[in-house]
Nanobody, 118 residues
Framework: QVQLVESGGGLVQPGESLRLSCVVSGIIFGINDMAWYRQAPGQQRELVASSSGGGGVARYADAVKGRFTISRDYSANTLYLQMDTLRPEGTAVYYC???????????WGQGIQVTVSS
């Protein structure tokens, strides 16, 4: 079955960096649209960054533009989110998402906590 497994979260101070990873198994990796979402306490889940299937075209939420970078390692079936200059408002559970090319079905990782605090 399809599995998305996230890693790389943790506690950092404002201004520091983290890199999240999402390893995909059970489905062809390269052709599917993928994205990172986050959900802060008491807030709705929001889109952070997306990577289109096939070409890997990246798009970002205005709040993270210029600080976050989404990328793929096709040989490792892994999606990354490099987060630089983190801010306290970046504290949230981050989720990896895959939308299957042939079915439009959404798959989600288990979520990983990122806490930005001094």
């Amino acid at each position: 079955q399809v599995q998305l497994v996230e890693s790389g979260g943790g506690l950092v101070q404002p201004g520091e960096s983290l890199r999240l990873s999402c390893v995909v198994s059970g489905i062809i990796f390269g052709i599917n649209d993928m994205a990172w979402y986050r959900q802060a306490p008491g807030q709705q889940r929001e889109l952070v960054a997306s990577s289109s299937g096939g070409g890997g075209v990246a798009r970002y939420a205005d709040a993270v533009k210029g600080r976050f970078t989404i990328s793929r390692d096709y040989s490792a079936n892994t999606l990354y989110l490099q987060m630089d200059t983190l801010r306290p408002e970046g504290t949230a559970v981050y989720y990896c998402n895959l939308r299957a090319y042939y079915t439009d079905r959404d798959y989600w990782g288990q979520g990983i906590q990122v806490t930005v605090s001094s």
